[in-house]
């Protein structure tokens, strides 16, 4: 059985960077032809994809956010991590972290975690 954990700090100061790491059991994240998102959800509004980490190694971000985003992976922990710099107050949503098979839908998700923005 596959489980997604995210973790990191619910608050975030604007301008600091928010970091966030998804860390993953019952599956490798370096096999199986999955990539590993991230997603959030800004409250009121729908999800947003920020982007993925594959199997290979090999990351895409959403171009509205690609200036920002970085997403890093440590197969030693089977782990990968969210960095998105210079946030603001928008940038307030629950954030999640989730798997999909190449040419396929999410099926694996983390329960979310709130991360907001503010001093």
């Known amino acids: 059985q596959v489980q997604l954990q995210e973790s990191g700090p619910g608050l975030v100061k604007p301008s600091q960077t928010l970091s966030l790491t998804c860390t993953v059991s019952?599956?490798?994240?370096?096999?199986?032809?999955?990539?590993w998102n991230w997603i959030r959800q800004p409250p009121g509004k729908g999800l947003e994809w920020l982007g993925y980490?594959?199997?290979?190694?090999?990351?895409a971000y959403n171009p509205s956010l690609k200036s920002r985003t970085s997403i890093l992976r440590d197969t030693a922990k089977n782990q990968f991590t969210l960095q998105l710099s210079s946030v603001t107050p928008e940038d307030t949503a629950v954030y999640y972290c989730?798997?999909?098979?190449?040419?396929?839908?999410?099926?694996?998700w983390g329960q979310g975690t709130q991360v907001t923005v503010s001093s």
């Open positions: 980490i594959s199997y290979k190694g090999a990351t």
């Open positions: 989730a798997g999909n098979p190449v040419a396929g839908y999410y099926d694996y």
């Open positions: 019952g599956d490798s994240i370096a096999s199986n032809f999955y990539y």
